[in-house]
């Protein structure tokens, strides 16, 4: 007979790489491991883990205990919620994901501030190249820069952010002027490869003009936001960039926000929510925090 400790192991266990890395997670010694292992497998008698020094696969009759102990945990962690919510209790383990810089530089310390304030709520903070819709199975919070995919997901904004064409000074100085958006097919453009995007069709709107489409060719590229910064910081080239990661550099001077008239599609900073996440009460008082920390938006404080 199966208990809810025992899926709750094997959950673990289906999860990791190796068993030695199932102990890590577990915090036990890998011979501890190994051990319930064996002693699970004797019980239902059958084999659930094939074993290698360097693998770990699971068997059918393994895979099909892995589904259920997921199923399981699932149900758990809902009446845990639901409960938690009627006695307006925060607690639980929250899940959040967010992109690497904005994660870093406004989530983290959040995340941080959080549990001082909810004591009873464990936190895990992944941070992502490219965190999207798709990790909502797995996710009580998707912290999104941008549009968000799947419109059957809970979809709420966080803050504002606009999205900026940049250079340094240094390249401004020796390149040629722009002063309308076709003069940029002529310039050395950075472009940040993400998703299936089109990242050599550069769109921007004017208010009185409106939008103006140019097919540039792009001079550097990489699938790194930072990358691209710094490269735009060391005089190669123009960039559009989130508000929220240049005003700084704006600021000091570091960057220029060139065609001031003209703006790249916003990408602003949304949550993507399951339907049953959204639902938790620490997800809710979570995302209460991280809005109130960007209330006012901080990037626009320093510039316009």
Request: glycine share 6%; hydrophobic share 45%; net charge neutral.
């Amino acid at each position: 007979m199966l208990t809810s400790d025992d899926l709750a192991f094997f959950a673990v266990v289906a999860t990791s790489a190796s068993l030695a890395a199932s102990a890590r997670k577990l915090n036990v010694t890998p011979p501890a491991v190994t051990q319930r292992l064996r002693g699970l497998e004797a019980r239902l008698g059958v084999r659930l883990v094939e074993r290698s020094h360097r693998h770990l696969g699971l068997t059918d009759e393994g895979a099909l205990v892995a589904a259920q102990a997921h199923v399981v945990a699932t149900a758990l962690d809902t009446l845990s919620d639901a409960l938690g919510d009627r006695r307006n209790q925060v607690s639980g383990h929250l899940r959040v994901t967010a992109p690497h810089g904005f994660g870093r530089v406004h989530v983290a310390p959040v995340v941080a501030a959080f549990v001082r304030l909810h004591p009873a709520v464990t936190v895990t903070l992944d941070l992502s190249d490219h965190p999207g819709a798709q990790l909502v199975d797995s996710s009580d919070a998707i912290i999104h820069i941008g549009a968000a995919g799947s419109m059957s997901q809970i979809v709420t904004t966080l803050a504002p952010n606009r999205r900026l064409l940049v250079a340094s000074p240094t390249y401004l100085a020796r390149a040629t002027p722009v002063a309308a958006p076709a003069d940029l097919t002529h310039h050395r453009c950075l472009v940040v490869r993400e998703n299936e995007e089109d990242v050599t069709l550069w769109r921007l709107k004017h208010g009185v003009l409106g939008t103006a489409t140019m097919r540039i060719d792009p001079f550097m590229s990489s699938n790194d936001g930072t990358v691209v910064r710094g490269w735009a910081l060391a005089g190669a080239g123009l960039a559009i960039r989130s508000e929220w990661d240049v005003a700084d550099d704006l600021v000091a001077g570091r960057l220029i926000h060139v065609l001031t008239d003209w703006e790249a599609p916003p990408a602003d900073v949304v949550a993507i929510l399951g339907a049953r996440h959204g639902r938790s009460a620490r997800t809710t008082a979570f995302l209460s925090v991280l809005r109130q920390s960007l209330a006012p938006v901080p990037w626009r404080l320093s510039v316009t």
